[in-house]
């Protein structure tokens, strides 16, 4: 018969079981047996007892009742003496109705002889209370006190004997609790040692093909997979045995059989990165170099064979870098950086190149993290493409300011000499040439601004600002043109607003063209908020509107040079002012972004450092 994992738990915890039952049932017994016990205590002797007290206390009455009477309150006294003896025979016939106990019959029956005695010795009474005091008394000590003590006496011996089988009773009703408490002792005891015997033979039974799987699956995670787990059982226990034992036949097959397989895909990945031109280093969970391929190892100066199991920093010697890695660690994503603060300069052969570089996790937050890859691209080429284009427009536009001076003060002198002389044709040819000029020479101081802004040659005077000073200069700066197109422009400062440290006329210049553009965008009677609130450490300023709003497709280069929004309402820039405001901002350590939609306006903000008290 083959009994089933189920069915053996089933009946070794039933045995247990059962000797718990049957324990209870044992306490359970002797509980009643206690309770009949204390039970009978009270219903077969408590009644007599208080029958025999009640008797007392009624020919006690009853004597008092005599003596009234003998003394001259025979009203009085025959009164209180015929309640008592009906109080005295109801509580006899309940003595009569509650005989339990050996020798309570006879005490019973000599109380009511005894009472109908004292009762004909009571009906003598009267004749003697007619003759003198001296008859009386000695009639009284004679024949009616020895009759009452007869009585009394019998009530007491009822009582007592009551009282002695009360004793007796809870005697035996010790002696049974105690018998009881042993007794559960002795099969408590006996339950526990049977029951934890036979749990321990149940839990060896049980935990042997466990640690047997267990110390073969720790076998078979270092690499051994020649494991095997014997059984004889052929329960659920011994079924899982015999699947594991195929199981590790299987992984043992599957390891011979992929082991190449895998060294020969991980020889190609690793062929694949030593032949990348961009240099490649991978770190582990710890920071730990697990792997660097040829040009990466060229780019840092290191060898790769000997960097290997270092950590990052020892390698690469570069604070800011080592941080973005490790933010990658502990976040699982690749760190925000901005543009400019991607790249990674390095002197090499007295000569200086430039390499971008990515951070890439592994894995991440649906995943373990793996690691991290560090991927450099070389942009020497481009860095210097830049810088030379950047040198260009700075040279031609400061080469193109004195001819387009020279230019501009021939025309105006044209303007002026030939007023009324040339046909209306010709003047508005001439002011068309002159208005022409005044964009060009806009269009090339905003190219040279740019260009000194990006090459870091223009000066910046940092000071203490208060952002009301600058809105108020804004605001001053913008009325005219605010009035002319019946436009709201509101200021929200908070009244705990700190300074910022900055150079009051660039940002002066920021704001107004920030504000100058939502004027442009913004139609007749509209509304333009500036308004500013503290986020450590920076403050944050803000222009809004609720004019068109910028297309989503446009708002990604609106900050690039030359890139106007598609509008009539554009006619006239240059395309280089958002350009020069967000590489001011950036001079000044903040960050300048849009928020917009379609039709519901747009809002421009950037920040500024706090200025922090010394």
């Known amino acids: 018969m083959v009994w089933s994992l189920r069915k053996k738990i089933f009946i070794g915890y039933g045995i247990t079981l059962a000797l718990t039952v049957i324990v209870l049932t044992w306490a359970l017994i002797h509980l009643l047996d206690l309770g009949q016990a204390s039970e009978a205590i009270l219903r077969e002797n408590y009644k007599s007892i208080l029958a025999a007290e009640n008797m007392v206390y009624a020919i006690e009455r009853q004597d008092s009742a005599t003596l009234l009477v003998l003394l001259g309150y025979e009203d009085q006294g025959w009164k209180q003496f015929r309640e008592n003896e009906s109080l005295f025979f109801q509580w006899l016939a309940r003595a009569k109705d509650n005989i339990t106990i050996q020798g309570e019959e006879k005490i019973v029956n000599a109380i009511e002889e005894e009472y109908a005695s004292y009762l004909n010795r009571i009906a003598e009474v009267k004749p003697v209370r007619q003759s003198d005091l001296q008859k009386t008394a000695t009639f009284y000590h004679e024949t009616i006190l020895p009759s009452f003590l007869s009585v009394r006496d019998a009530c007491i011996r009822l009582r007592e004997i009551n009282q002695e089988a009360m004793f007796r009773t809870s005697e035996r009703a010790h002696g049974l609790a105690q018998r009881a408490v042993w007794s559960m002792v002795f099969i408590g ?206 040279t031609a536009s400061h080469e193109l300011r004195t001819p387009l001076t020279s230019v501009g003060m021939s025309i105006k002198l044209l303007l002026e000499k030939t007023l009324g002389k040339l046909n209306e044709k010709e003047q508005q040819l001439l002011e068309a040439a002159h208005e022409d000029l005044q964009r060009l020479k806009l269009l090339v101081s905003n190219l040279l601004d740019l260009s000194r802004i990006e ?81 450590d450490p920076y403050v944050h300023i803000s222009v809004s509107d609720d004019g068109a709003g910028i297309p989503y497709e446009e708002q990604s280069r609106i900050f690039d040079k030359f890139v106007q929004i598609k509008s009539d309402k554009a006619l006239g820039g240059s395309g280089l002012g958002l350009a020069i405001c967000k590489e001011i901002v950036r001079a000044h350590g903040g960050t300048l972004w849009v928020d917009s939609a379609p039709g519901q306006g747009s809002t421009f903000t950037f920040t500024l450092p706090i200025e922090k008290n010394s």
Not at 222 to 228: A, K, L, P, S
């Open 189 to 394: 005891s006996a339950a526990v040692i049977i029951g934890l015997g036979f749990s321990l033979v149940l839990a060896n039974f049980y935990v042997r093909p466990v640690r047997q799987m267990m110390e073969a699956t720790q076998k078979i995670s270092r690499g051994h997979y020649d494991v095997e787990i014997s059984t004889d059982s052929s329960d659920e226990l011994g079924r899982l045995a015999h699947e594991f034992n195929a199981m590790a036949k299987r992984l043992k097959s599957y390891h011979d059989l992929n082991i190449e397989e895998i060294m020969s895909e991980k020889r190609k990945s690793e062929a694949i990165i030593r032949s990348m031109d961009d240099g490649i280093v991978v770190v582990d969970e710890t920071l730990r170099v697990t792997g660097i391929n040829p040009t990466a190892a060229a780019v840092l100066g290191v060898d790769p064979d000997q960097v290997r199991e270092k950590h990052f920093l020892e390698v690469v010697k570069n604070e800011d870098l080592f941080n973005s890695m490790k933010q990658a660690i502990e976040t699982g994503q690749p760190p925000l950086l901005e543009e400019r603060k991607t790249i990674l300069t390095v002197e090499r052969d007295k000569k200086r190149h430039h390499y971008q570089f990515s951070v890439i996790p592994m894995g991440g937050k649906s995943s373990p993290l793996l690691g991290v890859v560090l991927l450099l691209r070389d942009v020497t080429r481009l860095t210097e493409l830049d810088r030379l284009k950047s040198e260009f427009v700075m």
């Open 455 to 535: 090459a870091g040659k223009m000066e910046m005077e940092f000071e203490r600002v208060s952002v009301e000073r600058l809105f108020k200069n804004v605001v001053s700066v913008m009325k005219a043109q605010v009035d002319e197109k019946t436009i709201d422009l509101a200021m929200g400062l908070p009244q705990d607003l700190p300074d910022v440290k900055a150079d009051a006329n660039k940002i002066s210049w920021v704001l107004t063209n920030l504000v100058a553009n939502a004027l442009r965008y913004t139609d007749l009677g509209g509304h333009i908020r500036v308004s500013a609130e503290k986020l």
